[in-house]
């Protein structure tokens, strides 16, 4: 397989759906073919703000937790966080927090993203908080004033936009998404939450398909 195909994982780390597709993902990787480049992509859920989440939000959200857990059983969810946490819809700050990580080196884009999904929806913390982020950056082995420093700088939220945009100039209109490109063709990937075998299925017939 030419090296010029990519495929592109699309998730925000305090989307639902993206704990939720933990698991069939992980499977995913491991049987994708080994040549072909898997690059993760920050989309941005919710901008920034300070503003209180509204009820008819949470409300909407705790539901949201619920069909998940419906539809993908095994997945857990801490419900306690929506007595304990005053909740903001910014999701913004997280993603800032993963990339942010990814400054002290390989892997940690991915180990940041799994402690903020552990400490929201297993531990009832609110990752829309700086001292949270740093704490999670410290707990994964991460230096905390750097990340502290690195959180803030314009150069990580330029980065930011910079891969919202990119990804939805591929077709990235929801999280988690799973796109496969090839130079300017971009094919975006059915998610199955039960049955990753299916998700590979449909790469691997894109890939005999669509050869270069």
Excluded at 50 to 56: A, D, L, Q, V
Excluded at 145 to 153: A, E, M, N, V
């Amino acid at each position: 397989m030419n090296s010029t195909k990519t495929l592109y994982y699309v998730h925000d780390p305090m989307c639902s759906w993206c704990w939720a597709f933990r698991p069939a993902w992980s499977v995913v990787q491991a049987g994708l073919p080994i040549d072909l480049p898997v690059i993760r992509m920050l989309g941005g859920l919710a901008s920034d703000t300070e503003e209180p989440m509204p009820m008819h939000m949470r409300v909407h959200l705790q539901n949201t937790w619920r069909q998940i857990q419906r539809r993908v059983p095994g997945t857990q969810f801490n419900f306690a966080f929506w007595e304990r946490c005053q909740p903001r819809r910014s999701t913004y700050p997280a993603c800032r927090a993963v990339i942010a990580a990814r400054e002290q080196g390989a892997g940690t884009d991915d180990a940041m993203t799994l402690a903020i999904q552990q400490a929201y929806y297993l531990r009832a913390r609110n990752p829309s908080e700086k001292p949270i982020l740093v704490d999670l950056a410290g707990q994964i082995g991460l230096d905390k004033d750097r990340f502290s420093h690195c959180l803030d700088t314009p150069e990580i939220a330029v980065q930011l936009a910079k891969e919202i945009e990119f990804t939805r100039q591929i077709g990235a209109r929801a999280f988690p998404s799973l796109i496969l490109a090839d130079g300017d063709s971009y094919w975006p990937i059915v998610i199955d939450y039960n049955q990753p075998q299916a998700i590979l299925t449909i790469i691997n017939q894109l890939l005999d398909d669509y050869p270069t």
